[in-house]
């Protein structure tokens, strides 16, 4: 992070052999030196030295660079050209600045800082700069003062931190300044952090009388404009330098065409422009990345390095009054240029405030089901899409595409053709590939399993070019819907179990299935409760070997010498069937197998007095060695459905 | 049908075999929406699959229909489907063998109820050699035959030992509802096996509200010999009908085991006709001469006459017993019987 230096001087003017490092450069005025280096003067008086017409000389280090945001009398004053970006741009140092106007300055709530961010030296001059989130002040004098100006009301406060004196109650709370103050008399170079916290940055709220200023300064200011903001005008007066094409004070979709041109019809020098990608900005509703930063455990905002482009001069703009370039990418654009007079002014876009870009927000795709979920059946197959388009007479001209989600195992059939417009939908068809069932070791995990569908958007012009894109968004079936898709797609002949059939196991609603649900039944649930009643040999429910099983994990155990599994039809799916362990386990002598017999026919029978059915007694005619139901168990059922 | 097909040859026969099945299920189960779309015919067509699989899939649509909507072909096939089943005439599906699998025990179950459903007496051969043990329902709905299924029963008592603790069972409910002369028929076969099913004869006494066999229970419960799962079954039916027992007056209690020795003397020949009904030097001392005596003593007050026949009808049982006249579980039902009318005089 860098600041935003500035330094009041008169154009053209040498530097002070007084001046501090390099790393802040300064050019100022010889008519102002005198009060800008008196130890004793505020900001006021600093700002009060300003000139109507004159031309300073503004030193930015990057950052963001806004100052204020003013209405003024005579002209406007925007002060920030890239206040959408206040942690990623790197403004080039030596910008001069012309003062536009004076007025009384009117602060906005809705800017997150206002003013300059300056040090004072106790026996040197006052060099202002933009507060940042990360700022730098170098060459800390001793007795030096920080001053962090902030809006409140209509009036503009500063608040200062003496050098070596930690800020103290009531101003500024930790949530205004949470770092460490530079000691009086260091060298160094020290880095002062500020919270930005929502609704809420370097300023207090307004009427919080806990926050109380050190100055305030109210009444008429001259104030210096850093950059103007080109095409926007404030208050009826036109920019000194526009820049039209789309607007970019949120993300692009692609390359467009810029304009920059001079407001007074004068010829362009050293024009340069660069981006940022994306553009995006924590005024407009597109936060930055906030990064933790180590030193104070704050957390601020960053534009990755990654996202600013290089800056690159426009060659063949000079001397032209109005340049067209193209920016290459999709991002924020930022230009400056010189013109004769000897303002380099910056400029962004600025568009049409009251016609914004169309955008393509907010995606949505819905199954009809509980969380978003879906089947295959016709009646819960209808995705719901929906995209938030700006503006919204442009619905019409959202194209979706609904493809398989590649993240997951599963390759799930997307729709053939989803109706443009929002909002819209499709149905997943009906038919999926059953083989991802037998792809995976079993019991697998629901990405195997789960039909998922990505979804994006995009918003087209009445050239069908692309404008906007959304994100993808994607739909997906939650767990139940992934068991009772297995119902459907295997066509189990009893039909689909309801969603809310399904339960959490437990006890007596066991599960051998592949999942963390079961499915439970309430008649068969009554049954069992009197079985468990009659019951008096042995806690039945503690004998309860088989339950639940899902119609993929019947498959499993259909293969011989796999297990204990039924057919596609078993009640077992369906919380409907039980199985019961006898005992004693294997027996292996007669008189084992003589009392293994007799609990199975004393459990059998018991469960057929309850309205159980039960296995036959014959042996399978597959298997005939085994006696009937395995001996090993019980199968008792109900036709449930 | 199977989606896959895989090259067996060059796979381990488990792997094969498993896939295989799998193959098979699957294409089963992805039919199973189409079967559901096919015609009746079809499924009745599936009936007759080798493929265990389909059979149980159609069995299971079938059974999702109303009956009134299947044809005779259909109701012929499932009614003939049932009876092989239980025959062990149906065709082995070697695909669908698992050690533990419940495949075909679970289609059997489905298998018996549509046909139950069916009410043809035709499917009466299937029900009693498979059906009914699968359910009370099944039991019950051959009870409702009465006479007209004891054959079946027999056969199935005689032919699948498997089946027998259903027979029992079944018999009792026939006992329950049937006229007299069937329920004669029924108590005697019911009363002729010796100890070998003590749970089904426990299940068929509540089954049967048979409760003129509690002293028996309560004898047998008491069997050393027997598993204490086995007592606790016989104790629990005692239990269950002892209220009946001991509510009824004694009259009608001696009329009860009056029956049962009826049923026990049903048609009797040799040893057995001698020990109801003959009379020794003279003296008219049949079993059933001095229940019948007994009774009517009882009816006129004289109890000690009444109790001294009686303990001779008991004395006389012994002897039948240890002669081989009786089987154990006669004697008992006999003995304890009159015994618990005896402590009631």
Sequence with gaps: MIGLAILLAAQGCERSPTEPSESAPIVRSPDVRAQQFDPSISVSTLLDSLQVGGIYTVLPQGGYSSLAYTRLPERAVYANPIRNHPTGIELPAGLPVRILAEGLVESRSTLAFLSGYCVRYGAGDTRCTTPSYTYTVHGLAPGGDVA????????????????????????????????????????????????????????????????????????????????????????????????????????MADAATFTLSAAGGDPLGEVQWWFVQPASNTFDGEPLPFVLEASTGLMV???????????????????????????????????????????????????????????????????????????????????????????????????????????????????????????????????????????????????????????????????????????????????IDTMREEYIELGVPQGVPGRIEFVTPDEQHVSNGDYSRALANALFDAKFARLVAAWTVNQLRGTITGGYRNPVHNWRHITPRSGSGPVGASWHMYGCALDFQTYPKGPTTRPDSATAINYWDRLAAAAQRVGFRVEPRDPDPNNPRRPYSGLGHVHVEIRCR | MPLVTLPHALRPRAAYVFCRAL??????????????????DSLTAALGSSALLVRASAVESLNRLPVSALPSATRDALIALLEREATGTQPVDPEATADDDEAWGEYIIGLAEVVQQLGDSRALRGLCLLGIQTSRSAQEYVASFGAQAIAPLREAWSTKPTSRPSVITTLALVAKSADSTTRLVVLQTLLAPDDTFPIAIADAAIAGNLFGLVPFLDSLARAPDLSPIA???????????????????????????????????????????????????????????????????????????????????????????????????????????????????
Excluded at chain 1, 159 to 178: D, K, Q
Excluded at chain 1, 333 to 341: C, E, G, M, Q
Excluded at chain 1, 371 to 400: K, Y
Aim: aromatic residues 6%.
């Design chain 1, 301 to 479: 905002p960053r534009y990755p390095d990654a996202q600013r482009s290089v800056h690159t001069e426009l060659v063949d703009c000079a001397g032209m009054t109005s340049c067209s370039f193209r920016a290459l990418a999709p991002g924020a654009l930022v230009a400056r240029a010189k013109i004769p007079n000897g303002t380099i002014l910056g400029a962004r876009n600025a568009g049409a405030a009251t016609t914004p870009l169309p955008r393509l927000t907010s995606l949505t795709a819905v199954g009809p089901n509980a969380g978003g979920s879906f089947t295959t059946l016709a009646a819960e197959s209808q995705i719901g899409l929906q995209a938030q388009v700006t503006p919204s007479s442009l619905g019409n001209r959202v194209e979706w595409s609904v493809g398989d989600e590649p993240t997951d195992l599963v390759r799930s059939r997307p729709p053939q053709d989803v109706p443009s417009g929002t909002p819209s939908g499709f149905r997943v068809p009906a038919i999926q590939d059953t083989s991802r069932y037998r792809a995976y070791t079993h019991p697998g995990v629901l990405a195997q399993k789960a039909l998922a569908l990505r979804v994006s958007a995009q918003l087209t012009d009445d050239h069908g070019n692309v404008v906007s894109s959304s994100d993808t968004t994607t739909v997906r079936q939650d767990e």
């Design chain 1, 148 to 251: 962090i100006p902030y809006a409140l009301g209509t009036g503009l406060q500063v608040a200062w931190a003496r050098g070596g004196t930690r800020f103290t109650a009531p101003y500024p709370s930790p949530e205004f300044y949470a770092g460490p103050v530079p000691s009086s008399g260091s060298a160094a170079s020290a880095e002062l952090h500020f919270r930005r916290d929502a609704g809420c940055c370097y300023y207090p709220p307004f009427g919080d009388s806990v926050y109380t200023a050190w100055e305030t300064y109210t009444g008429r200011w001259r104030f210096a404009a850093v950059m103007d903001d080109g095409g926007r005008p404030e208050n009826g007066v036109a920019p000194v330098l526009t820049m039209s094409g789309p607007r970019t004070d949120r993300p």
């Design chain 2, 231 to 345: 007592q606790g079954a016989l104790q629990e039916a005692a239990d269950t009908l002892r209220p009946q027992l001991t509510s009824i007056p004694a009259p009608q209690l001696l009329a009860e085991y009056e029956g049962l020795l009826a049923a026990i003397c049903h048609n009797a020949s040799g040893a057995l006709q001698g020990y109801c009904e003959s009379s020794e030097n003279g003296i008219e001392n049949s079993a059933k001469h001095l229940l019948a005596s007994s009774a009517q003593h009882v009816q006129q007050g004289f109890t000690n006459q009444a109790r001294q026949e009686l303990e001779q009808v008991v004395a006389r049982t012994v002897n039948a017993v240890s002669a081989g006249t009786l089987t154990a579980w006669q004697g008992i039902v006999i003995i304890t019987g009159l015994q618990q009318v005896i402590a009631r005089l």
């Design chain 2, 23 to 40: 193959s098979i299920v699957i294409g089963v189960m992805l039919s199973a929406p189409a079967v559901r779309a096919q015609s009746i």
